[in-house]
């Protein structure tokens, strides 16, 4: 279940991602720095959402923290893009806090698998 809600709020941000990307794209900022993020930013879901087939509990853990270090990598590229005047602060701060809380779930997700040896 709550892999499940990780998971939709993980494709919920890659669609942000994708839109926020695009919009930066039309106002001819730094296309490396946006197609980065594009990258870490879908990467995240996919991550989660292959974990769900994973085969065994060490593989599962393995593309969990895949997951959490683009999440990782995602927050990033945010903060550059906004901090070189490519992103409004709005949408900033609404990409960063929904990546925070997905990261914070990963986080939890991965230790509550781990302590469960």
Do not use: P
């Not at 949408?91 to 809380?101: P, T």
């Amino acid at each position: 279940m709550a892999e499940s809600i990780m998971l939709n709020n993980a494709k919920d941000f890659a669609v942000e991602i994708v839109l926020i990307c695009r919009k930066v794209k039309e106002n001819k900022a730094e296309s490396v720095l946006v197609n980065q993020l594009l990258r870490s930013g879908t990467s995240i879901g996919a991550n989660i959402h292959e974990s769900k087939y994973a085969q065994s509990k060490a593989d599962f853990i393995s593309k969990m923290q895949i997951a959490l270090k683009e999440c990782y990598e995602t927050e990033y590229w945010l903060e550059l893009l906004y901090k070189s005047h490519c992103l409004e602060e709005n949408d900033y701060k609404k990409l960063a806090n929904s990546c925070g809380s997905i990261r914070r779930m990963l986080i939890s997700s991965i230790n509550t698998v781990k302590s469960n040896n």
